[in-house]
């Protein structure tokens, strides 16, 4: 039974993914102990990496989505179950900080699929859960997910593929919050279909996916702990003032959804 990671990454004229996927392999490996496969383009591949990754996969990647920053290639997620060497695999996010061994009890007890249905934010705790629309169900979350090579699972991911290709339908069906194409909505979608439109608990990760907000600065304080300083704006009667919080972070996995910051955590390891 194989066992190992793998990241899409490919670069925009904004951001460099390729250097957050080496940085976040390199922690999956010192904190799993896995091997980590990328799924990547030529142009994001540097001629001079020093990372040995477990498998490099090159592919043209569906550069039509966009964001107010500019490009954001994240279709095709739907190839991972194709794409994975692995018989076990997590697909992760390459702004997904690996921070402690946590996501090795996935194995332990989901069935072959799980991915996180609820989040919650660092130094806030009762997070609003996200809908994909209005009046929708809740989002689930591609930003963590456990696979096995099971027809179930390729019936997930092939489902994703379908609801890619026809995402304007199921944005006019479900009045999506955003026109922008997402992974979450798409295997939100999927799974439900999959499932015959009922919710199998047995599919979702049992602790909530921790994110970072943009009141949040993070830097490293040793190779296991990140301190983390939070800003708090009061919009009472002390409107205005500002209070400033922190805590180190340790033995916890987190999703940095602000680029800009995961960017500058990065450069305080060089």
């Known amino acids: 039974m194989t066992r190992g990671a793998i990241l899409f990454a490919f670069n925009t004229e904004k951001f460099n993914y390729y250097e957050m996927a080496e940085y976040a392999a390199k922690r999956i490996n010192h904190f799993l102990k896995l091997p980590v496969t990328i799924v990547t383009d030529e142009d994001s591949y540097p001629k001079d990496t020093e990372y040995v990754w477990d498998k490099v996969i090159k592919i043209t990647p569906d550069k039509n989505n966009t964001r107010v920053w500019g490009t954001w290639i994240n279709k095709g997620r739907w190839q991972a179950y194709e794409f994975s060497p692995y018989n076990e695999t997590l697909l992760l996010d390459v702004d997904y900080i690996v921070n402690s061994s946590n996501l090795l009890k996935i194995f332990d007890f989901y069935d072959d699929f799980c991915c996180h249905n609820t989040i919650d934010f660092l130094m806030q705790p009762n997070a609003e859960q996200e809908k ?34 026809n995402y304007e339908f199921y944005m006019n069906l479900h009045s999506f919050n955003t026109g922008i194409y997402r992974n979450d909505y798409a295997l939100t979608i999927a799974l439900s279909i999959i499932n015959g439109h009922l919710t199998d608990n047995r599919d979702f990760i049992p602790w909530n996916l921790l994110h970072i907000g943009n009141n949040t600065q993070i830097y490293k304080s040793n190779k296991d702990e990140l301190d983390s300083e939070f800003t708090v704006t009061f919009d009472n009667w002390q ?12 033995d916890l996995d987190f999703h940095v959804m602000n680029k800009e910051l995961y960017v500058g955590i990065i450069e305080n390891e060089k």
């Open 239 to 250: 409107r205005g003032k500002i209070r400033k919080e922190y805590i180190t972070i340790n």
């Open 132 to 165: 994909i629309s209005h009046y929708g169900y809740n989002s689930l979350w591609a930003t963590v997910v456990a696979f096995k090579k099971t027809n179930k699972v390729k019936n997930i991911f092939n489902c994703m593929k379908m609801v890619q290709n």
